[in-house]
Nanobody
Framework: VQLQASGGGLVQAGGSLRLSCAAS????????MGWFRQAPGKEREFVAT????????YYTNSVKGRFTISRDNAKNMVYLQINSLKPEDTAVYYC?????????????????WGQGTQVTVSS
């Protein structure tokens, strides 16, 4: 499956963004989807994941209550709504797909990656 992320940008602290990820090439609903981020000089970290049906989500603690992952299987899209942005949210955000139902936060468990979209939060 091919993935293409978009929607990043420069935003002030407290602002919001909606990241999108378009999928193509395979049956989208067969994949668990995830969002990860990587800040300069840091390892890629898990942000959120959503089940194949969209009925189950899981977030890293630092984004709970501020980020919402969703998907539209009819449009082959996954989204990340980011609210109450903080400077520490600054990173390149990646969408990823995993051909399996098990929830996992490990980047290596996701076999397909988009190119990333930059989110920069100014204080």
């Amino acid at each position: 499956v091919q993935l293409q992320a978009s929607g990043g940008g420069l935003v002030q602290a407290g602002g919001s963004l909606r990241l999108s990820c378009a999928a193509s090439g395979r049956t989208f609903s067969n994949y668990r989807m995830g969002w990860f981020r990587q800040a300069p000089g840091k390892e890629r970290e898990f942000v959120a994941t959503i089940s194949m049906s969209g009925g189950s989500t899981y977030y890293t603690n630092s984004v709970k209550g501020r980020f919402t992952i969703s998907r539209d299987n009819a449009k082959n899209m996954v989204y990340l709504q980011i609210n109450s942005l903080k400077p520490e949210d600054t990173a390149v955000y990646y969408c990823a797909a995993r051909a399996g139902a098990v929830i996992t936060t490990t980047p290596t468990a996701y076999g397909y990656w988009g190119q990333g979209t930059q989110v920069t939060v100014s204080s």
